[in-house]
């Protein structure tokens, strides 16, 4: 089994409250740690994105191992341990993704969102890479802006260059962080990145990238109800008008009602589950749209279209005061 010679945690944050609490869990391990660590919390201080952060925090990075932490996951007693023995992988190996845990008190619309992470590939609330395999891959897209697909790519791309990635046996809660019951319209920003993927990787993108595929083919059904029947009413035909508009009306009840069956306790919510489950085909359809105009002609993210910048001019890792001033080595 392999050895480990140090591992550099990188965690992106904008400097949400969280962050106290995930350094409150790292502290005491840090004292005594199984192997040499160092601790670099990167801040989105231009507001680029997750991708771009970690990008800054990975090259800073003195270690060939890097793991990348979310800033409002909770790591247990044992994680730092834990993650030491995952990463004791063949040299075949390019990345170890730790499970996590999702406690769901109530299954509202945002939980049951939240609560996917339990089951999603490569998601880099808590991911370790060889820093060899990122450089060699170019990192992170940071032309995706969001914490949505920039892991699923970055995944993808590491493989292609022939590494296996793997599901270690760490374990790490994810929290279901308070949000407004609109949050969903926000949400389908995402669909631009979609777009981004379905340009870069071809219709097959969801089986690549082991994504899933959601259901953006029936809000376009719901959306093209919706203009047909708006268009039909303009010409003066009502029966076939109110024929699509029926259409619509079921489509959009039926998606409302496949929120409900997957989140019971979005019953307390819902007049904005009603509202936003009119609001979100057109919304989905708009931004995929949008991102795919943006991102025509986009090609793969690759080394070549990385630009390191100079570490010393660049410098934006900040580490804790409490930190070991002479960390082992």
């Known amino acids: 089994?392999?050895?480990?010679?140090?591992?550099?945690?990188?965690?992106?944050?904008?400097?949400?409250?969280?962050?106290?609490?995930?350094?409150?869990?790292?502290?005491?391990?840090l004292l005594d740690p199984p192997v040499p660590v160092e601790l670099l919390v990167v801040r989105d201080v231009d507001r680029r994105g997750p991708a771009a952060?970690?990008?800054?925090?990975?090259?800073?990075?003195?270690?060939?191992?890097?793991?990348?932490?979310?800033?409002?996951?909770?790591?247990p007693p044992d994680?730092?341990?834990?993650?030491?023995?995952?990463?004791?992988?063949?040299?075949?190996?390019?990345?170890?993704?730790?499970?996590?845990?999702?406690?769901?008190?109530e299954r509202t619309d945002w939980?049951?969102?939240?609560?996917?992470?339990?089951?999603?590939?490569?998601?880099?609330?808590?991911?370790?890479?060889?820093?060899?395999?990122?450089?060699?891959?170019?990192?992170?897209?940071?032309?995706?802006?969001?914490?949505?697909?920039?892991?699923a790519d970055l995944a993808y791309r590491v493989t292609r260059l022939g590494y296996r990635l793997v599901l270690?046996?760490?374990?790490?809660?994810?929290?279901?962080?308070?949000?407004?019951?609109w949050v969903s319209l926000r949400g389908q920003r995402g669909n631009a990145d979609d777009a981004l993927l379905r340009r870069l990787w071809g219709p097959q993108w969801h089986d690549l990238l082991a994504a899933p595929r959601g259901r953006r083919r029936r809000h376009a059904g719901t959306v093209a109800l919706a203009l047909a029947g708006l268009g039909l009413a303009a010409l003066g035909r009502r029966r076939a008008a109110t024929v699509a508009a029926l259409g619509w009306a079921a489509a959009t009840a039926g998606f409302t009602a496949a929120r409900?069956?997957?989140?019971?306790?979005?019953?307390?919510?819902?007049?904005?589950?009603?509202?936003?489950?009119?609001l979100i085909p057109p919304l989905a359809i708009g931004n995929w749209l949008a991102g795919w105009y943006r991102h025509r002609g986009a090609r793969p993210w690759s080394a070549a279209l990385c630009v390191c910048p100079d570490p010393i001019q660049s410098r934006v890792v900040e580490e804790d005061e409490w930190m070991p001033s002479n960390p082992r080595r």
């Open 111 to 151: 939980a049951a969102c939240t609560a996917g992470l339990e089951r999603a590939w490569w998601a880099t609330a808590d991911m370790a890479y060889r820093r060899t395999a990122l450089a060699r891959a170019g990192g992170f897209d940071e032309r995706f802006p969001r914490a949505y697909r920039e892991d």
């Open 1 to 29: 089994m392999a050895s480990v010679d140090g591992i550099s945690i990188v965690v992106p944050t904008i400097g949400r409250p969280t962050l106290t609490d995930l350094l409150d869990r790292l502290r005491p391990q």
């Open 168 to 181: 270690g046996e760490r374990r790490t809660t994810h929290p279901v962080r308070a949000e407004s019951p």
């Open 260 to 278: 409900l069956r997957a989140a019971p306790g979005a019953r307390r919510e819902l007049v904005p589950l009603v509202v936003t489950g009119v």
């Open 53 to 75: 952060t970690r990008n800054r925090g990975w090259r800073e990075a003195r270690y060939e191992w890097v793991a990348f932490l979310d800033d409002d996951v909770l790591p």
């Open 79 to 105: 994680w730092l341990a834990a993650l030491a023995r995952d990463l004791r992988a063949p040299a075949d190996v390019g990345g170890v993704q730790g499970r996590l845990v999702v406690p769901v008190r």
